[in-house]
């Protein structure tokens, strides 16, 4: 089993849809978590941590289920703007583990 | 906003020579983080350093590869004896104290090996 594992995309949406991502991973011991986002050629930029009880920033919310391990991103009304690859970012101790991406494409 | 800094934007190298490769962490960041990513692939770990000293490191950080935080400012990565295989994108990452802290990361350096 892959330390972290993503949905494989890509999600292709309209504008104004709402959209999931699911991430899992398989260390019980991880402590911390994060979504970033990845344009294309560019670094990974941080869209939001995720806490236990679950966080919204704006269109976005995140989810942790620690008996699951399992992760969540919602975004709503999607714009064009969100076109990109979303990175499940997991913590076990001092190492970093990425998940390898969700792409998604919204279209007009 | 501060931010981290990685110089060269773009190296290219003769194989079997050696590189290094640069990063400015945002000032008051205490953990520093190198990562590798092929085109097309996933970001990869590759060594998280704190307090002067590895924290961790991964497979792929073998004896080709060091880091150093030479002075109060920058924080290197060497790779030894370049390989084809080592051309990819490197990030440098910097978070604060916290185990919470997220990570940020400079927007590359493009590493070409010929």
């Known amino acids: 089993r892959k330390e972290v594992e993503q949905d494989p995309g890509p999600f292709n949406v309209p504008e104004g849809a709402t959209v999931a991502f699911n991430c899992t991973y398989s260390n019980s011991a991880s402590q911390s978590f994060f979504w970033y986002r990845q344009d294309c050629r560019k670094e990974p930029k941080l869209l939001m941590s995720?806490?236990?009880s679950g966080n919204e920033d704006g269109r976005f919310t995140a989810q942790l289920n620690r008996a699951s391990q399992y992760i969540s991103l919602l975004i709503r009304d999607s714009k064009l703007s969100d076109s990109a690859t979303y990175l499940c970012v997991v913590i076990v101790g001092f190492k970093t583990i990425f998940g390898a991406g969700t792409r998604l494409f919204v279209k007009a | 906003e501060p931010e981290v800094t990685q110089t060269p934007s773009h190296q290219v190298t003769q194989m079997g020579q050696e590189v290094i490769l640069r990063c400015v962490p945002i000032?008051?960041?205490?953990?520093f983080y190198w990562y590798r990513q092929i085109l097309g692939q996933k970001v990869e770990f590759l060594v998280s350093f704190y307090n002067n000293e590895i924290s961790e490191k991964s497979e792929i950080f073998d004896d080709q590869f060091s880091v150093e935080r030479p002075d109060g400012s920058n924080f290197t990565l060497k790779i030894r004896s370049t390989k084809l295989e080592d051309s990819a994108m490197y990030f440098c990452?910097?978070?604060?104290?916290?185990?919470?802290?997220?990570?940020?990361f400079g927007d590359g350096t493009r590493l070409s090996i010929l």
């Open positions: 995720v806490y236990s």
């Open positions: 990452a910097s978070r604060g104290q916290g185990d919470f802290q997220p990570q940020h």
């Open positions: 000032s008051n960041h205490l953990y």
